[in-house]
C-alpha cells in the first residue's frame, strides 16, 4: 500500500471456500454483481457488493489476462486491495469444458424453475463462458 | 505358570500382528493430519476476508439483521455435536460427547429445551443408544470435510433457527486443534451471531475504510451472515478433523508401544516355561537314572 499514490496496482485475491485460488497484483478486474458488470481500477473507492455466478476477469500488471468462473459471493475493495470471495472458484485452465457443457445440458434439462436449477444454469454457463474465452 | 510354551507363544504371534495394525493406523493418520492442517491453513483466507467484510458492514451501517437479534425470552436451542465417524482415537468422541452433555445440563438449567444435532457416526450412536432424539444428522465425512457439508450443515441450522416455532440459539460443540499433543473440546454459541467478538481483530492502524454497499447494506448482510456462519461451521469441522487424526496418531501411537510391552513380557514367560520345562526333563531323567540304579543295587 506503500505505492497508492501514482503507479498504484492492485492487488487482487481470489478466494474459495476451500483455497486462495488466485493472487497477484493487476490492473484491472472485472466482476459481475448484482448490479451489473462493475470493473475496477486502481484507486477504487472502497466498495462491498455481492457478486452472482459469472465469470471474472482480471488483468495481470504483465499485460495477462486471467478468466475465472466463480459462485455468488463478494466482491470487496479497499486500499487497492481487491478480494473476491466465493464458495467456489475456478480458473479457467482448471475448468473441463466438456463437463461443464454437460452440467449444463443437464441443469436445463431438469426443467425445475426455481432459484436452485437457475443458479445450477448460471453456474454452468459461468464456468463454459470462462473456458471459451481463455482458449 | 499355567499356560504351556506353544499358548505363549500363539499371544506373541497375535499380538504383534495387532501391533502392525495399529503401526499402520498410527502412520496413516500422521500423514493424514498434515493434510488436514493444509486445508485449515487453505481454508484460512476466505474466513479472514469473511470476517473483515461482517465486520466492516456491522461497524457502518447499523442494520439489524434477523440473525444477529438476541430473542428476547430464548425457551429451545440447537446444540450440534462434532464428533468422529470412526472410533480407535482414544478419548476424542467421548470427550466432546462429554462437553456437549455438560452445555446440555447448563441449558435445561437455563429452562431451554434442547435440540441435537450430529456430525460423525459416534455421536449419533452414542444417543441413539440412548434414546435420546437426534434431529438431523451427517456422517461419513468426519475426517476430512469438504465446504458443501458444512454448507448442508449451515442452511439447516439457519433455517431452523429463522423458523418461528424453531431453535432461539444454536450452539456448536468441537474439538478445537490446538497442537499435535493437546487438543480441546470446545463450545461456542453460533446463533445470533455476535459479530463484534472478531476472532481477528484488525491490526492497529487497519482502520477500516468506509465502504460504499451494493445493492445496499442490509441486502449484502442478507447475503454475507448466512456465508460468515457456513464459514464458521465449516472452521469448527476442519479443527475437528484435525483433532480427530491427532488423537488417533497418539492413541494408536500409545497402541503400539503397549503391544511393545506386552510382547516383552510374554516373551520373557514363554523363556521361563520353555526353561522350567527343560528343568523338569532334566530332573525326569536324573531321577529315573537314579531310581534305575537304586534297583540295580538292591538287586544285586
Known amino acids: 500500500m506503500a505505492d497508492s499514490s501514482s503507479g498504484a496496482v492492485l492487488q487482487v485475491e481470489l478466494v474459495a471456500a476451500d483455497r486462495l485460488v488466485w493472487s497477484g497484483q493487476a490492473t484491472m478486474v472485472i466482476a459481475r454483481t448484482t448490479e451489473g458488470d462493475v470493473g475496477i481500477l486502481p484507486n477504487h473507492a472502497p466498495l462491498l457488493s455481492s457478486i452472482i455466478e459469472g465469470v471474472v476477469d482480471v488483468q495481470t500488471v504483465e499485460g495477462e489476462t486471467w478468466v475465472a468462473a466463480v459462485d455468488a459471493g463478494f466482491l470487496s475493495v479497499a486500499d487497492n486491495r481487491v478480494s473476491i470471495l466465493s464458495e467456489r472458484a475456478e480458473m479457467s485452465h482448471e475448468i473441463d469444458l466438456e463437463k461443464a457443457r454437460q452440467d449444463l445440458e443437464r441443469a436445463k434439462e431438469s426443467g425445475e424453475n426455481n432459484d436452485e436449477a437457475h443458479e445450477a444454469v448460471r453456474r454452468a454457463e459461468a464456468r463454459i463462458r470462462a473456458a471459451e474465452r481463455a482458449s | ?300
Not at chain 2, 13 to 23: G, P
Not at chain 2, 105 to 124: H, N, P, Q, T
Not at chain 2, 255 to 279: F, P
Open chain 2, 1 to 300: 505358570m499355567a499356560l504351556s510354551v506353544r499358548e505363549y507363544r500363539a499371544r506373541i504371534k497375535s499380538t504383534e500382528s495387532m501391533k502392525k495394525i495399529t503401526r499402520a493406523m498410527e502412520l496413516i493418520a500422521a500423514s493424514r493430519i498434515i493434510k488436514a492442517q493444509q486445508r485449515a491453513q487453505a481454508a484460512a483466507p476466505y474466513a479472514r476476508e469473511l470476517t473483515r467484510a461482517v465486520s466492516a458492514v456491522a461497524t457502518f451501517s447499523n442494520v439489524d439483521h434477523a440473525l444477529t437479534v438476541e430473542p428476547e425470552d430464548p425457551k429451545k436451542a440447537a446444540i450440534l455435536v462434532v464428533t468422529s465417524d470412526r472410533g480407535l482415537a482414544g478419548a476424542y468422541s467421548s470427550s466432546v460427547i462429554k462437553e456437549a452433555e455438560r452445555l446440555v445440563e447448563k441449558l435445561k438449567g437455563e429452562g431451554k429445551e434442547v435440540d441435537l444435532y450430529c456430525s460423525g457416526r459416534k455421536g449419533e450412536a452414542y444417543f441413539k443408544f440412548r434414546q435420546r432424539p437426534v434431529v438431523q444428522s451427517w456422517t461419513g465425512f468426519s475426517d476430512q470435510p469438504t465446504y458443501d457439508v458444512a454448507a448442508e450443515i449451515g442452511a439447516t441450522l439457519i433455517a431452523t433457527f429463522l423458523d418461528e416455532e424453531g431453535v432461539d440459539e444454536v450452539h456448536v460443540v468441537y474439538t478445537r486443534f490446538r497442537s499435535m499433543l493437546s487438543q480441546e473440546p470446545t463450545a461456542v454459541r453460533l446463533l445470533p451471531l455476535e459479530v463484534v467478538e472478531g476472532t481477528e481483530p484488525p491490526e492497529q492502524g487497519d482502520l477500516l475504510p468506509l465502504y460504499e454497499f451494493e445493492p445496499s447494506p442490509s441486502e449484502v448482510l442478507d447475503s454475507l451472515l448466512p456465508r460468515y456462519v457456513q464459514s464458521r461451521i465449516f472452521f469448527a469441522l476442519l479443527q475437528a478433523a484435525a483433532s480427530e487424526l491427532a488423537a488417533r496418531q497418539k492413541a494408536m501411537k500409545s497402541a503400539t508401544d503397549n503391544a511393545d510391552e506386552l510382547i516383552k513380557k510374554y516373551k520373557r514367560i514363554a523363556n521361563q516355561a520353555r526353561q522350567a520345562g527343560i528343568t523338569q526333563e532334566i530332573s525326569e531323567i536324573v531321577g529315573g537314572v537314579n531310581a534305575l540304579a537304586d534297583a540295580q543295587a538292591g538287586s544285586e
